[in-house]
């Protein structure tokens, strides 16, 4: 099995999917040129990490990496962030201010949710792209620019060119080399690897000792779709080893209780029309049970008397229902 990156190109995207490593090695020869690049993906899919990767590895690399949130900043204020702007430009210009393209001069300026620009401003943004050069407002001189542009879009651009949200002039322009990274859900192989590096990461980071992790914690993690990608792993990880009172191995038990309850069950089956009564049975059972061993961290016999029943019930039947039976009790946690 390949591991992804196997040099020091993507050194903090880990993949072994062989569809995210062909992904990666199209950035790694984007970055070879000075080509315009268009990055997209759901949020938490990694994009500013690609876009910082391709400039590592560029012949820009001892240059400036200027990130810029386009959605992070009120419409009317991007143009002076972008261009900068003389003293007396407007009401408030008390000073000179250089823009972040300036600032990206013989670098590269990574502008995230590119769709968020106003209209009016990405005919501007077409000229830095096509003539590589700026004024600041409040000037009429020309400023000259050696910047690299990777621009990210978490929509579809295609569609927001078709709606005339966007450009399409400028979408040309932006799309000279696309890269489209996969959601998480497309990609679960990747997840013990992303647990594994994550746990190190979040461990470093909290000056925390945690030896690893149960393989109940990847099965609950599989049947998760993950709607905020990577970001929301690393945010459930970190929130688990902040919370940890002991520092060996994360369990089942150790997840949030909401997370568990919400994931580890399929509600989906229960508002299908075509169900039948055994079906919404089983799941409602397995929702009980879930509850239960929540609220009991995990122990089977405080979660059989909860319930009611007998212990062995109880674990006869999370078998049956495909429930986790064990939380690494050989670790006495």
């Not at 007396?88 to 000179?96: E, K, L, N, Q």
């Not at 078998?319 to 006495?332: F, G, S």
């Amino acid at each position: 099995m390949e591991l992804y990156p196997n040099n020091n190109s993507f050194e903090n995207i880990k993949t072994v999917d062989p569809n995210m490593i062909e992904t990666l090695k199209i950035a790694g020869k984007a970055a070879m040129t000075i080509a315009t690049v268009l990055i997209t993906g759901e949020s938490g899919t990694g994009k500013e990490l690609v876009a910082k990767g391709i400039h590592k590895i560029s012949n820009r690399a001892r240059g400036p990496f200027i990130p810029v949130n386009c959605g992070a900043i009120p419409s009317e204020l991007i143009e002076s962030e972008l261009m900068g702007y003389e003293r007396g430009a407007f009401t408030g210009a008390i000073s000179r201010r250089i823009g972040d393209f300036e600032c990206a001069n013989g670098g590269t300026i990574f502008l995230d949710e590119i769709s968020s620009l106003p209209f009016k401003l990405q005919s501007k943004l077409l000229r830095v792209i096509q003539e590589r050069e700026i004024k600041r407002i409040g000037s009429g001189r020309l400023i000259e620019l050696d910047i690299r542009i990777i621009a990210a879009a978490n929509v579809d651009l295609a569609e927001e060119v078709e709606k005339g949200c966007f450009r399409h002039d400028l979408y040309f322009r932006l799309n000279i080399i696309p890269i489209a990274l996969p959601p998480l859900r497309d990609r679960k192989g990747d997840i013990p690897v992303l647990v594994e590096y994550l746990i190190k990461k979040i461990c470093k980071k909290l000056n925390k000792n945690i030896q690893g992790y149960s393989s109940e914690i990847i099965s609950v993690f599989a049947q998760y779709s993950w709607p905020g990608n990577i970001r929301e792993l690393e945010n459930i990880i970190e929130r688990v080893i902040v919370l940890m009172d002991h520092n060996r191995y994360i369990t089942i038990k150790d997840l949030p209780p909401n997370f568990i309850i919400s994931n580890v069950i399929n509600y989906q089956q229960v508002g299908e029309d075509n169900a039948g009564l055994k079906e919404k049975c089983m799941v409602y059972e397995k929702t009980e049970i879930v509850k239960a061993l929540c609220n009991t961290k995990w122990n089977r016999g405080k979660a059989a008397r909860l319930l009611k029943i007998h212990r062995n019930t109880l674990i006869q039947k999370m078998k049956k229902l495909d429930i986790p039976v064990k939380a690494r009790e050989e670790y006495d946690l």
